[in-house]
């Protein structure tokens, strides 16, 4: 049975940072592909970052240079680490196994003053 439980959301200010984490067991963490994603209220989730098994990455244009994916396979997690976070940057973060479909049940990013 395929876990992926993410922790790290929170309330912050506008220009402060958080870290995501998403600890996956029940799959070979190592050769999948993962990824973040992010739904705001109203709005359709949307992708926000992927990385290979091999540890290449990619982005929406609206966080590059502010977010970094990374994984760490001895721990089978995926991180998200978000700087300069942004209003807009508001919604429930998804981690998600894209090599098997799972999802995690979200946590909550709130960026506001």
């Known amino acids: 049975q395929v876990q992926l439980v993410e922790s790290g959301g929170g309330l912050v200010q506008p220009g402060g940072s958080l870290r995501l984490s998403c600890t996956a067991s029940?799959?070979?963490?190592?050769?999948?592909?993962m990824a973040w994603y992010r739904q705001a209220p109203g709005k359709q989730r949307e992708l926000v970052a992927q990385?290979?098994?091999?540890?290449?990455?990619n982005y929406i244009d609206s966080v590059k240079g502010r977010f970094t994916i990374s994984r760490d396979n001895a721990k089978n997690t995926v991180y998200l680490q978000m700087n300069s976070l942004k209003p807009e940057d508001t919604a429930v973060y998804y981690c998600n196994s894209q090599s098997t479909g799972d999802w995690g049940q979200g946590t909550q990013v709130t960026v506001s003053s």
């Open positions: 990385i290979t098994s091999g540890g290449l990455t």
């Open positions: 029940g799959i070979m963490f190592g050769i999948y592909f």
